[in-house]
């Protein structure tokens, strides 16, 4: 497989579920994201890592846990959400600067009940 | 706080036609500004990336434009395909982040 890959695709939780979203990526990037794209909305950065160390929260809820065990990894855990959580959620990959382009995955389509 | 903006909203044109999308921005000082396209459902594929000290990018049918003093750029797509239907965004890369617009549909009619 090449490029960033997500899963699940589609994921339908109550508010009291836990679960979480991978992703991978396959392009020996050292920068890994977790973006939120709401209906009507711009994207929102959620989280940045880079070199495996997360350097950016932005203001995210604790129901929402990134993870980052290697570079090509990224886990978000989420736990006890809010029907406002539905959205698209998108991974994205890149070498570390502000020149390199970003490479997404096709995210994961979460619906909170 | 960076702000961006894309103008039109949406967009309906018949196949053959150029086109221009708009991106503008509220602080100029960007290291680069960088245009998507995304597919219903699907993530988001980098089309361009123009450096701030550039003034233009193309690749095809693509040329994006960077006016970084007035806060401006355009998308410009020549002979517009009914394969080209999709949303586009534009973000820019200030401070330590990207920051998105809303994006422009563009749906292109056989």
């Known amino acids: 497989e090449t490029g960033v890959t997500q899963t699940p695709r589609h994921l339908v939780m109550g508010m009291t579920n836990k679960k979480s979203l991978k992703c991978e990526q396959h392009l020996g990037h050292n920068a890994m994201y977790w973006y939120k794209q709401s209906a009507k909305k711009p994207l929102e950065l959620m989280f940045v890592?880079?070199?495996?160390?997360?350097?950016e929260n932005n203001s995210v809820p604790s129901r929402f846990s990134p993870e980052c065990p290697n570079s090509s990894h990224l886990f978000l855990h989420l736990h006890t959400l809010q029907p406002e959580d539905s959205a698209l959620y998108l991974c994205?990959?890149?070498?570390?600067?502000?020149?390199?382009?970003?490479?997404f995955g096709n995210g994961t389509r979460l619906t909170v009940t | 706080k960076q702000e961006v903006t894309q103008i039109p909203a949406a967009l309906s044109v018949p196949e053959g036609e150029n086109l221009v999308l708009n991106c503008s921005f509220t602080d100029s000082a960007i290291y680069n500004l960088q245009w998507f396209r995304q597919d219903p459902g699907k993530g988001l594929t980098s089309l361009l990336l123009i450096q701030s000290s550039q003034r233009e990018q193309t690749s095809g049918r693509l040329n994006a434009s960077l006016d970084k003093s007035s806060g401006r750029s355009t998308l410009y797509i020549a002979a517009s395909q009914p394969g080209d239907s999709a949303t586009y965004l534009c973000a820019v890369y200030s401070g330590s982040r990207l920051t998105f617009g809303e994006g422009t549909q563009l749906t292109v009619n056989p």
């Open positions: 994205a990959s890149s070498q570390v600067g502000y020149n390199s382009p970003l490479h």
């Open positions: 890592y880079s070199l495996e160390e997360r350097v």
